[in-house]
């Protein structure tokens, strides 16, 4: 089905099915209820699931097939941004173009940016992406105001009126794709939930989808084995005769497209940008998302980029009165301690139950997320071996 089979197949439908889904998987608690802070049915978060997914699949080609670490790629994702803002702008309100344009313009830039990065391997490699990423983001706050508009950044005004679309004077224009507008949803309630459908939801979900295809026909295609083998060992290739630097460009340009188009979509879901996306810390971000999903595998960066925006827009809510209605079943003292003990790890105090997590998945799961899954996947397929294998040994012994 699609050129894809077996495993990457039941991975690819999984992966639809959970994009397609997603506004009723991630409402399970009923609106009223006291669990409806967990919720993540709404489409500002989803959006942010499904686009961070991209940027961390595309991140995973270059970092889980190469071995090559990146600390640069937001500087791809603020490229594709400003793309993706001026076509708006300037020619159409309609997302594709504006697409198109970002990711054109990251893989232009990835390929400067590569060429001269991957003159070197390792440690090197990683701290000149950073300082081509560091260098982007100076020149977009500073250097090329008149282009980036510096600190405050672009936007879509209502003195804008792009060639293709038209707006009325002092109206302010619209993302949307082919006339439905990225903003539109429609709200479905059945007894106490509530479920909202999107449509700049579905479209990055689709987009998602298509991309994290692409990425499965990459991983097993030859040009996939190649970058396979430069991660392996890379001077026995150079020794075969076979030149590495080809496939790493190559690899690199895809991965800093699929950043280009994660900004591209960010800014068809909210019509602003800034220097910001290009800090290093944003970079960060995505090697973190990788890493914990599980670096190499199809499926990991999607779940790993799922966790962390979860963690910073749920977890991240949680305070103290809201620890406070947790345990107000307990006494007095017992309610004061627990919510002391708890309140360090939540609210603003996320990234050090993170952080906590980031250590315990690289000591005990190098693998990430996907290789607990297995782990427990395993145990489970143990525990029904050892039960089949116990009621056939009991069939086989002979009555008395």
């Given at each position: 089905m699609l050129g894809i089979?077996?495993?990457?197949?039941?991975?690819?439908?999984?992966?639809?099915?959970?994009?397609?889904?997603?506004?009723?998987?991630?409402?399970p608690f009923p609106?009223?209820?006291?669990?409806?802070?967990?919720?993540?049915?709404?489409?500002?978060?989803?959006?942010?699931?499904?686009?961070?997914?991209?940027?961390?699949?595309?991140?995973?080609?270059?970092?889980?097939?190469?071995?090559?670490?990146?600390?640069?790629?937001?500087?791809?994702?603020g490229v594709g941004s400003y793309a993706a803002?001026?076509?708006?702008?300037?020619?159409?309100?309609?997302?594709?173009?504006?697409?198109?344009?970002?990711?054109?313009?990251?893989?232009?830039?990835?390929?400067?940016?590569?060429?001269?990065?991957?003159?070197?391997s390792g440690i090197y490699f990683s701290i000149l992406t950073l300082a081509f990423a560091q260098m982007s983001y100076a020149l977009a706050y500073s250097v090329l105001t008149p282009i980036t508009g510096g600190e405050t950044g672009l936007q879509i005004k209502p003195g804008d009126t792009p060639l293709l679309s038209n707006v009325a004077e002092g109206e302010i224009g619209?993302?949307?794709?082919?006339?439905l507008e990225m903003s539109d949803s429609s709200v479905i309630t059945l007894g106490?939930?509530?479920?909202?459908?999107?449509?700049?939801?579905?479209?990055?979900?689709?987009?998602?989808?298509?991309?994290?295809?692409?990425?499965?026909?990459?991983?097993?295609?030859?040009?996939?084995?190649?970058?396979r083998a430069v991660k392996s060992n890379q001077q026995r290739m150079n020794y075969t005769g076979l030149n590495s630097k080809p496939y790493t460009l190559a690899a690199f340009?895809?991965?800093?497209?699929y950043a280009g188009l994660a900004g591209g979509l960010m800014v068809a879901m909210d019509t602003q940008v800034g220097p910001e996306r290009m800090f290093w810390t944003a970079s960060g971000e995505v090697v973190l998302m990788t890493i914990l999903g599980g670096a190499g595998t199809l499926i990991g960066p999607v779940l790993g980029a799922g966790f962390i925006k979860y963690m910073e827009n749920i977890v991240s809510k949680i305070n103290s009165t809201v620890l406070h209605e947790w345990f107000a079943f307990l006494p007095d003292g017992m309610e004061d301690f627990l919510v002391t003990i708890f309140y360090p790890f939540v609210g603003k105090g996320w990234h050090l139950t993170l952080g906590l997590m980031f250590m315990a998945v690289v000591i005990f799961l190098p693998g990430g997320l996907v290789q607990g899954g297995q782990k427990i996947a395993a145990m489970f397929r143990g525990k029904k071996a050892a039960e089949k294998d116990g009621k056939t040994a009991n069939q086989q012994t002979p009555a008395e």
């Open positions: 089979k077996g495993k990457d197949l039941s991975v690819f439908i999984l992966v639809a099915v959970l994009a397609l889904l997603a506004p009723f998987l991630l409402n609106v009223d209820s006291a669990m409806a802070q967990f919720n993540a049915g709404y489409p500002d978060l989803m959006q942010r699931f499904v686009i961070f997914g991209i940027f961390a699949i595309g991140f995973n080609i270059l970092f889980g097939l190469t071995g090559y670490l990146s600390f640069g790629h937001a500087a791809f994702l803002i001026w076509m708006m702008k300037l020619v159409s309100l309609n997302i594709v173009p504006g697409i198109i344009m970002a990711i054109v313009f990251a893989g232009l830039f990835s390929v400067l940016v590569g060429y001269i990065s991957l003159r070197r619209r993302a949307n794709f082919f006339g106490g939930w509530e479920f909202t459908m999107n449509v700049g939801y579905y479209v990055c979900a689709v987009v998602m989808i298509a991309a994290f295809y692409l990425a499965i026909r990459i991983f097993r295609s030859p040009f996939g084995m190649m970058l340009v895809i991965s800093g497209m």
